[in-house]
Antibody, heavy 119, light 109 residues
Framework: QVQLVESGGGLVKPGGSLRLSCAASGFTFSDYYMSWIRQAPGKGLEWVSYISSSGSTIYYADSVKGRFTISRDNAKNSLYLQMNSLRAEDTAVYYC????????????WGQGTLVTVSS | EIVLTQSPGTLSLSPGERATLSCRASQSVSSSYLAWYQQKPGQAPRLLIYGASSRATGIPDRFSGSGSGTDFTLTISRLEPEDFAVYYCQQYGSSPGLTFGGGTKVEIK
């Protein structure tokens, strides 16, 4: 059974940092592109970043470029998101997702972890 | 960047009725790389339809997708109580990013 379990969310002050983790199981993690997708309270879905299966290709949304860093450890079946210089508008539930069919198609989703940026 | 506009914002229907949701793209979506997701309160989105019309594993056949180019439709033939939720479309044919529509809420009338 596929599982993606996010952790590391919480309350942080503006300008602060947080590191999110996503533990994967039930599928061959190293074969899949992975992504972080967020959802602000009461709002829609926003893609944040994705990383190729080997980690050699990475893309970021303009809204987080230069502040967030995505990485993965295939030996540990884990995905990470280092978030620096956090702003109030980064407040959201952050979902870890695995892309299907080698396309930018999030087929497996975690349950999400809430990040709140507030003083 | 391809912008996806979903309509209506809210659809008020009764169980057993037919739901028709629209997703319009600002430019053509290549190879019909258009997906639909269902999200219930407090839950992660669930993939329903990919490639504009292919149902994901385990999705009931009352859900169907159609369209090409810039106009796409999700149809729920007969609404079940568990279908009342928010639905999002997403394009995945335009690298490097992926974009989502703003969502349509299907609520009980």
């Amino acid at each position: 059974q596929v599982q993606l379990v996010e952790s590391g969310g919480g309350l942080v002050k503006p300008g602060g940092s947080l590191r999110l983790s996503c533990a994967a199981s039930g599928f061959t993690f190293s074969d899949y592109y992975m992504s972080w997708i967020r959802q602000a309270p009461g709002k829609g879905l926003e893609w944040v970043s994705y990383i190729s299966s080997s980690g050699s290709t990475i893309y970021y949304a303009d809204s987080v470029k230069g502040r967030f860093t995505i990485s993965r450890d295939n030996a540990k079946n884990s995905l990470y998101l280092q978030m620096n210089s956090l702003r109030a508008e980064d407040t959201a539930v952050y979902y870890c997702a695995a892309f299907w069919f080698g396309e930018l198609l999030p087929g497996y989703w975690g349950q999400g972890t809430l990040v709140t940026v507030s003083s | 960047e391809i912008v996806l506009t979903q309509s209506p914002g809210t659809l008020s229907l009764s169980p057993g009725e037919r739901a028709t949701l629209s997703c319009r793209a600002s430019q053509s979506v290549s190879s019909s790389y258009l997906a639909w997701y269902q999200q219930k309160p407090g839950q992660a989105p669930r993939l329903l339809i990919y490639g504009a019309s292919s149902r994901a594993t385990g999705i009931p056949d009352r859900f169907s997708g159609s369209g090409s180019g810039t106009d796409f439709t999700l149809t729920i033939s007969r609404l079940e109580p568990e279908d009342f939720a928010v639905y999002y479309c997403q394009q995945y044919g335009s690298s490097p990013g992926l974009t989502f529509g703003g969502g349509t809420k299907v609520e009980i009338k």
